[in-house]
């Protein structure tokens, strides 16, 4: 019914960016807020941000003032703009929405995961 669609993973050296799309598509009433969450193997998946339908952000500290969250209401889209990349913050990055299925019932989804390495 629904599904999350991420991309702009991929290979960066320490002190690069990347910026990750997340577009939800599918049938639905709404998409409320969406998170972007990591995970390293062998460790618990972890919130890196997340934005409400109207704007309001949050973060992880350890991305404050480098990463922000962004989102298009109108496409279902959230952005995740990763600069000042450090290796520690290689991980398998996955989204997350809560979506209002039809008035009353909403359900959380989450993507595929898009793997990001942080290397020189």
């Known amino acids: 019914q629904v599904q999350l669609v991420e991309s702009g993973g991929g290979l960066v050296q320490p002190g690069g960016s990347l910026r990750l799309s997340c577009a939800a598509s599918?049938?639905?009433?709404?998409?409320?807020?969406m998170f972007w969450y990591r995970q390293v193997p062998g460790k618990q998946r972890d919130l890196v941000a997340g934005?409400?339908?109207?704007?309001?952000?949050n973060y992880a500290d350890s991305v404050k003032g480098r990463f922000t969250i962004s989102r298009d209401n109108a496409k279902n889209t959230i952005y995740l703009q990763m600069n000042t990349l450090k290796p520690e913050d290689t991980a398998v990055y996955y989204c997350?929405?809560?979506?209002?299925?039809?008035?009353?019932?909403?359900?959380?989804?989450w993507g595929q995961g898009t793997q990001v390495t942080v290397s020189s």
């Open positions: 997350n929405a809560i979506v209002t299925l039809r008035l009353g019932y909403t359900r959380g989804y």
């Open positions: 599918g049938s639905f009433f709404r998409v409320d807020s």
């Open positions: 934005i409400t339908s109207g704007g309001t952000t």
